[in-house]
C-alpha cells in the first residue's frame, strides 16, 4: 500500500515534533505543511518537506491528503478541523481537542458528515511508565484501587530561562487558549485516568493563581470514576521544568500494593539525553543539521501517540483516542471550571462567574 499522505497544519513547536515522529513512521509522509511564520515553513522545508503554505486553507485545497495534523494553536482547532474534515482528511487534533463544548461538538459533526476519523494527541498516556503502570494494573497485580493521584507541573506559557524566544501570543491569552493550566495539562491528566479507570465524574474543583497570568495556574480537582477509584488531578503552571525531565506523577493507591510512575523510569534517563546532545554537537561540528528533536524519553510518548492513529486509519479502524475522547475531557474541564466558580482565577479564565476577593 502506499504511504498516507499527510498535511501539517502548524509547524511550531509541537507540529515540529509530529513532524520528526512522521519521517519515523513507516507507511506515513507529511507531503505539505502550512504555517504562517516564515521561518516555521523554512525549518519544515529543510526537514523535508516537499511543499509548504503561509494559509493552510490553501494546503487543503491544492493537496490531496489522506491525513492532517492539526498543531495550531487551540483558537483555531475547530475552525482547522471542520476544513480539513471538509476536504476529505482524517484529523489528529492536538489537545486540547477544542475551547469549548460546543466547538468540540461541531468538530465531530463535521467528521461525521464526511465520513473522517478524528483523532486526539493526549500523549501522557502513552509515556512508557504510564504504559507499564497500565499493564500491572491490568494484569490485577495491585487488585482495586481505591485512590489515585495525578498530577503534571510545567511553566506553562514561559520558556525556562535563557528563553530563546519571546512567549507566542495566543499563549497569553485565555480567549485563545481557552483556558488556564486546567485546560492545557488537565485534559492529559483526566485522559489518563479515564484509560485505566473509565469514565469520569468531576466531583470538586478548586483553581487559584500565584504568578501574574491571565488564566489559573493552579487547579485541584477531586474526580470519581466507573471503577470506583477517586482521584485528586493536579495541575500547575508555576514551576520551571527542564528537560530532559518533566514534572508529573501518576500513584495508584491498590488494596494490594501501591504503583508509582516515579519507579518506572529508566534508570540511564539523563545519560540518554546527554548522548542525544553530544550526537548533536558531534552533528554541528561536522556542518550537518541537528537533531532537534531526537525522541528522548518524552518524546517517545509523541510518536507513539502518532503512530497509533496513523496505524488506525491506515487499517480503516476507528483511532484509539478519537473525537469523543477529546471532546468529554474538554467536557470534563468545563464542568471543573463551573465547579471552581468564584475563585479569582476562574474569572480570569474567563468562565463568566463573580469575582470575589478570598
Ligand atoms: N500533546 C502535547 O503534549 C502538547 C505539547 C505542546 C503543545 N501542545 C498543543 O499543540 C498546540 C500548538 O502548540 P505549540 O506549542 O506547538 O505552539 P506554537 O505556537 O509553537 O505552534 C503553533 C504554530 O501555529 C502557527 N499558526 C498560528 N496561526 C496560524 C494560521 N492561521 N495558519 C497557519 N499557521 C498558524 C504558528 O505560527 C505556530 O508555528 C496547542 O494546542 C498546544 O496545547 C500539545
Known amino acids: 500500500m502506499s504511504d498516507l499522505r499527510v498535511g501539517l497544519l502548524g509547524a511550531g513547536n509541537i507540529g515540529t515534533v509530529h513532524l520528526q515522529s512522521t519521517r519515523g513512521i513507516d507507511g506515513a509522509s507529511v507531503v505539505a505543511a502550512a504555517d504562517v511564520v516564515p521561518d516555521n515553513r523554512a525549518r519544515a522545508e529543510k526537514q523535508g518537506v516537499p511543499r509548504t503554505y503561509e494559509d493552510y486553507t490553501d494546503l487543503l485545497a491544492e493537496e490531496d491528503l489522506d491525513a492532517a495534523i492539526v498543531a495550531l494553536p487551540p483558537f483555531l482547532h475547530a475552525e482547522a478541523t471542520v476544513a480539513a474534515a471538509e476536504a476529505g482528511c482524517h484529523v489528529f487534533v492536538e489537545k486540547p481537542f477544542a475551547r469549548t463544548v460546543e466547538e468540540g461538538q461541531r468538530m465531530l459533526d463535521a467528521a461525521e458528515a464526511n465520513d473522517v476519523s478524528l483523532g486526539v494527541d493526549h500523549t501522557i498516556r502513552y509515556q512508557p511508565e504510564v504504559q507499564t503502570l497500565k499493564e500491572q494494573y491490568d494484569a490485577g497485580r495491585i487488585g482495586h484501587v481505591p485512590l489515585a ?13 535563557p528563553a530563546r524566544q519571546p512567549v507566542s501570543g495566543w499563549m497569553l491569552d485565555p480567549d485563545a487558549t481557552g483556558g488556564g493550566a486546567l485546560m492545557d495539562l488537565g ?6 485516568l ?3 479507570f473509565g469514565e469520569l465524574t468531576v466531583e470538586y474543583a478548586h483553581v487559584d493563581a500565584s504568578m501574574d497570568l491571565p488564566y489559573e495556574d493552579s487547579a485541584l480537582v477531586v474526580v470519581s470514576t466507573e ?8 495541575a500547575g503552571f508555576f ?3 527542564t528537560p530532559p525531565e518533566i514534572t508529573g506523577y501518576f500513584r495508584l493507591e491498590g488494596v494490594a500494593d501501591t504503583l508509582r510512575s516515579e519507579d518506572h523510569l529508566p534508570k540511564q534517563f539523563m545519560a540518554h539525553a546527554a548522548k542525544s546532545a553530544l550526537e548533536n554537537v558531534s552533528k554541528r561540528a561536522r556542518g550537518q543539521e541537528p537533531a532537534y528533536f531526537k525522541p528522548t524519553y518524552y518524546y517517545q510518548a509523541h510518536y507513539r501517540a502518532l503512530k497509533d492513529f496513523l496505524d488506525a486509519v491506515a487499517a480503516g479502524e476507528e483511532p484509539p483516542v478519537n473525537g469523543a475522547a477529546g471532546l468529554r475531557m474538554v467536557e470534563h474541564v468545563q464542568t471543573a471550571y463551573e465547579m471552581a ?5 476562574a474569572a480570569n479564565a474567563g468562565a463568566n462567574v463573580e469575582v470575589t476577593d478570598d
Open 187 to 192: 485534559v492529559h491528566l483526566f485522559d489518563v
Open 194 to 196: 479515564e484509560h485505566f
Open 341 to 345: 466558580e468564584g475563585t479569582r482565577a
Open 149 to 161: 493521584s495525578i498530577a503534571r507541573i510545567n511553566n506553562g506559557p514561559f520558556a525556562a530561562p
Open 239 to 241: 514551576q520551571w521544568e
Open 227 to 234: 471503577a470506583g477509584t477517586q482521584a485528586t488531578v493536579s
